[in-house]
């Protein structure tokens, strides 16, 4: 069991940045680190993955091309940068770790998740 501190959320505009971190301390060796998010009303879902290597990322269909992942495992903190947002973009964003060695969309196969951070895209 590891805690996970995640920061950097905030209210943005549409069109604007923003960067999430999330730090993992402890044994995270072999996991996966993912990004979900939450919104009002809606089911949590997945935004992006990284290895622990950091050579193998994907992402939701909705935020590729907008959305990077990566992480440094000097700092045992992963990164998401996030550009070009979308109002729809609007939700409670979340970090975990995956079952080592997993490489899943799924939140049952995330565990150690973090508290959770809001961020707010305005028109």
């Known amino acids: 069991q590891v805690q996970l501190v995640v920061s950097g959320g905030g209210l943005v505009q549409a069109g604007g940045s923003l960067r999430l971190s999330c730090a993992a301390p402890?044994?995270?060796?072999?996991?996966?680190m993912g990004w979900f998010r939450q919104a009002p009303g809606k089911e949590r879902e997945f935004v992006a993955g990284?290895?622990?290597?950091?050579?193998?990322?994907y992402y939701a269909d909705s935020v590729e091309r907008r959305f990077t992942i990566s992480r440094d495992n000097a700092k045992r903190t992963v990164y998401l940068q996030m550009n070009s947002l979308k109002v729809e973009d609007t939700a409670v964003y979340y970090c975990?770790?995956?079952?080592?060695?997993?490489?899943?969309?799924?939140?049952?196969?995330?565990?150690?998740w973090g508290q959770g951070t809001q961020v707010t895209v305005s028109s």
């Open positions: 975990a770790l995956s079952v080592p060695g997993i490489l899943s969309r799924s939140p049952a196969d995330f565990h150690s």
């Open positions: 402890g044994r995270t060796v072999g996991s996966y």
């Open positions: 990284v290895s622990w290597s950091g050579t193998i990322t």
